[in-house]
């Protein structure tokens, strides 16, 4: 372990380190510079630094961590801290991506640097995590905050080692940063919600605060032009604090940052990252705010020839908010869902932020006010009395898990089909949507088939791609090669873009699921009974339907469809995409956890090159309500039509299979007859093969036992896609012995 004391040593010690963080000069634990927080530098430049008043020493680097760097730091300060991530995050901090650690060498005590995705700067805040008899975990973001990354450390307990080293494995030069996955993301935004509001002097109305909000873009583009003018530190950073304020007032602190961005972005000195950085320091309780009085005064000063707004008074109605909040909420459906103009829909969500509303819940309640109008359940209001129902007793028709495609979906639920770019999702789809329509058998692994009363049409929703989306299912239809394609034809209904009539895409919003409800209610045109719902693909239509499917109402949406699901008897499938590194398992797919957690079927599939077959897709049922997980592996047929089934011997001589068992009990050894057990074969046949493949190095046998080697390893990687990440993870942290070779 190499002390990160001398300059020297702590340079060479970020060689590696991410080309975007920047550093400040500490002395110890402090940041000495005036104004730091605006004075980034990197690593070179920190050691050129000095006290202007020479009383400080450097003694290290401290890493700013916020929007500049776009790197958090989690503090685990002591023993006990395991079990506080517990408690908050539900999964231990194992569960988080291997990255960048360092380390005082006090005991317990380390920090884990990851990226933040973007999508989350806004929502997140430095929280520290407490729980009673456990030391505390700090989660450190934003202005101002910094950790010292390398240098001295005080010790002034004498239990640590006096200087900042990397944690072992866990250096620049051994991994490389990692991001911050979406669970953890999303609990540290539930984290950061004001458990009430903040307890503002507000002498201003609800109306008055609702109208100075409304005024914000106007101002912005008429009386704060040009950008350039504004683009002196001041005079930027006061308009942001106004924008930040009336938005706070109205409970969203958010509320006005794109206005900020999107008004900084003409500055020839833009920089994104210093905006979230600013708006992240704003609202601190020892701040003095700026409202929209200076906001308006400033206006008026700088255009004395065309100002000619009034004062803005507004006296508060005298009816009350419940009924208030319930007429806007209202006109807003109806604009929504009637295609009113966005600036009309705008008006009346402000009136609803003005009610300290934010728009998670505006989103959520124009979901529930959806089911009310077509009088599906999904659990804001309840229909009486609980009733008493023992385990045996009574069960209504759609409480019943009945198949409608055995092994793939279930009558009047819904499923996630989930991968990774060019896995076969969109053919895997249309081959199900296939099956409905003609009731073909043998589709993939299963022999059953869907029974002609339960055959019907397909509604497919095709908004990824935009206005490609047609051309893509068409062209993915034909590469089936079915038999039947008139009867599926004319039983498809394809909703999406339309360049000729000027269509959007379908996008989840209260207009978007008017027009679906209402397409199940009448049917396909030919009298046909809808069976089939895919929606292709999940982020993109909540991109459309502007919910974030990291931090928006994702519950709410998917219990929504499956009511939808339910009262239409049709199956929902969900096509989504699998997150940036995802690991083997149903926590494949990216964003909210009720993504993968709610559907009643979950699918994943991997990609693999098999030499002889070319591109094989493997497909892992994660989860079938009523049966047990699967897995299987399947080719287009590129001559007959539709898949064949690949066997483990077409697909890895056996080999793979072999690989895996070892694989699985890669830290004690795999003997003979396990592997035999395991891929079922006669322990004599087996002997021949394990020799071959140890004569290919792709094993060794050590103290009775079978290990993989590197190359070993990595051919499992190919056969096992789903595996590659923990593979990976393996061959850096293993020091594999040397290979008996067998001659």
Known sequence: MTPMVHESNQIISMANAPSFWRFTPVEYKDAFLKDWPNKPFDILEVWKQVDPNGFRTITGAGLFLGPITETAGLDFDGPGTRRNFEHHFGRPPTDLTKTICSTSGRPKRMQMFYKVPKEYWRFIKYKKLKLEGCADIELRWGHGIQSVICGKHPNKYGDGQGFYSWVDGHSPQDVQIATLPDWFCEKWVELCRPKKSRNFKVKESNEQLQKDSERIKPFLEKYYQPPNNYSDYWGWLDVGMVLHEVGSKLGDENLHLDDWLAWSYEMDNFDEKQCYDKWSSFGKPNGEPLGFGSFYDRAKKDNPDTFDEPVNIVQEDEKTSAKKIKEVMDKLYGLIKNGGSWEDQQAQRSRLYAYKINREEIERKLLFMVAEEHQLTIGEKSGGARRHRSLMGEISQQEILEPLLPGFLLKGRDALLVGESGAGKTLAALA????????????????????TEDRGGTIWIGSDGNIGAYGMVQKYARMLKVPDVNTWDESFTFVGADIEKKINPWAFTVQGLNELINRLEAGHPNGTKYKLVVIDSLKKVMDLGD??????????????????AAKYDVAVLWIHHTKPGAKDGISVSGGNSNIYQIPYCVHCLFKKEVQGLGQVTRWIVEKYRGECSREFEAVLNKEQGLFDLVTDQESTDRTGAILYEVWIRKDCGATTTEVADGIQVDKKKLSYKLTQMVKEDLIFSMKKGWYLTKKGAKRLALDFPELQENIEEWLKNSKLPRAIKIK
């Open 432 to 451: 199900i949507s296939y099956a409905i329509a003609t009731g073909h058998p043998n589709l993939y692994d299963r022999e059953e088939f869907v029974s």
């Open 547 to 564: 919910i974030n499917f990291g931090v928006g109402p994702m519950g709410t949406v998917m219990q929504l469809m499956q009511s939808i």
